[in-house]
Nanobody, 115 residues
Framework: QLQLVESGGGFVQAGGSLRLSCAAS????????MGWYRQVPGKERDFVAW???????NYNGSVKGRFTIFRDDAKNTGYLQMNNLIPEDTAVYYC?????????WGQGTQVTVSS
């Protein structure tokens, strides 16, 4: 069973930066892609960014130009570099991996941006 462990969340002032990491335990067979979602209390989980195994990338329009998704396959780790953070980015961020027809989620990491 693939396990995802996220890290890198925290508290930052508006305009600041954070880098989230998503480390996958073991090898990932049949990887299609990995990405990030976020959720605030009382709302649905929203798409943030996605990178396919071939390197194609998509972003939510609200983060495009400020966030960068990338991965290090040698380390089985995905990343989300978040720059120019704004209070509206405050949420719990979840890592997601789709592999061999199965979806895996991390436990989430809190990001709080103060104004």
């Amino acid at each position: 069973q693939l396990q995802l462990v996220e890290s890198g969340g925290g508290f930052v002032q508006a305009g600041g930066s954070l880098r989230l990491s998503c480390a996958a335990s073991g090898s990932i067979r049949g990887l299609s892609g990995m990405g990030w979602y976020r959720q605030v209390p009382g709302k649905e989980r929203d798409f943030v960014a996605w990178i396919t195994v071939g390197g194609r990338i998509n972003y939510n329009g609200s983060v495009k130009g400020r966030f960068t998704i990338f991965r290090d396959d040698a380390k089985n780790t995905g990343y989300l570099q978040m720059n120019n953070l704004i209070p509206e980015d405050t949420a719990v961020y979840y890592c997601n991996v789709y592999a061999a027809g199965v979806e895996f989620w991390g436990q989430g990491t809190q990001v709080t941006v103060s104004s």
